[in-house]
């Protein structure tokens, strides 16, 4: 099997959206775990939002299981997560740490042309997750579910050009160590996406 790279940044993008307001009169700077956030207020002093610095960022590896993604023409291939990796930074919690969980075994990802023509694409990225907070580093907290990422309006592979896949379904994490299994935070569809885009560590384009 030929391993490939085809997640050059990962980067979670989490906001809480109170209400919809037509617009925001003030905003407040909080500290949150270390990360410097803003909540917006509307004109009569009501929160809408908090919003932090994007310091999110990952990689991914896979392996593939139907050959290399083809330079030209229709894409139908599925990948197998080798190793998975990113950061979040979520209003409530600061940042959020999160990667493959080698334990389970994730289903393939699975990246194939709507139509007859190459694009768009459908792709949907599925793992099972480990994950850390920035407030409690010693705690490993596990997904319930596996996280499924997806979207087919997909323009670009191969590498990928700022891509975004929105969560399809809500998925809670709960603490390792806890036989109960109880739920400590959860990632909510719709309001949770991936932006897939080929980019380097320090944020600039890759040639």
């Given at each position: 099997m030929k391993r490939i790279t085809i997640l050059a940044v990962m980067a979670f993008a989490i906001m809480l959206v109170s209400s919809i307001v037509s617009h925001a009169q003030s905003y407040t700077c909080i500290i949150v775990n270390g990360v410097k956030c803003y909540v917006n207020f509307d004109d009569k002093g009501n929160p809408i939002?908090?919003?932090?610095?994007?310091?999110?960022?990952?990689?991914?590896?896979?392996?593939?299981?139907?050959?290399?993604?083809?330079?030209?023409g229709?894409?139908?291939?599925?990948?197998?997560?080798?190793?998975?990796?990113?950061?979040?930074?979520?209003?409530?919690?600061?940042?959020?740490?999160?990667?493959?969980?080698?334990?389970?075994?994730?289903?393939?990802?699975t990246i194939n042309s709507v139509g007859r023509d190459r694009y768009p694409l459908d792709v949907h990225i599925k793992?099972?997750?480990?994950?850390?907070?920035?407030?409690?580093?010693?705690?490993?907290?596990?997904?319930?579910?596996?996280?499924?990422?997806s979207s087919d309006k997909i323009n670009s592979v191969d590498p990928f050009q700022n891509e975004i896949l929105s969560l399809a379904r809500d998925v809670e994490f709960y603490d390792s160590a806890d036989r109960d299994q109880k739920t400590v935070f959860?990632?909510?569809?719709?309001?949770?996406?991936?932006?897939?885009?080929?980019?380097?560590?320090?944020?600039?384009?890759?040639?």
């Open positions: 939002d908090t919003v932090c610095d994007d310091k999110s960022s990952g990689s991914g590896t896979f392996n593939s299981q139907t050959g290399a993604i083809p330079k030209e229709a894409v139908k291939t599925e990948l197998t997560p080798d190793n998975i990796s990113a950061t979040v930074t979520d209003p409530k919690l600061g940042v959020v740490t999160t990667s493959l969980d080698q334990s389970r075994r994730s289903d393939n990802t793992f099972y997750a480990e994950a850390s907070v920035s407030s409690q580093p010693d705690t490993k907290y596990v997904s319930r579910t596996q996280l499924e990422f959860q990632l909510n569809a719709g309001s949770t996406t991936v932006t897939l885009g080929s980019r380097d560590a320090d944020g600039g384009d890759v040639k």
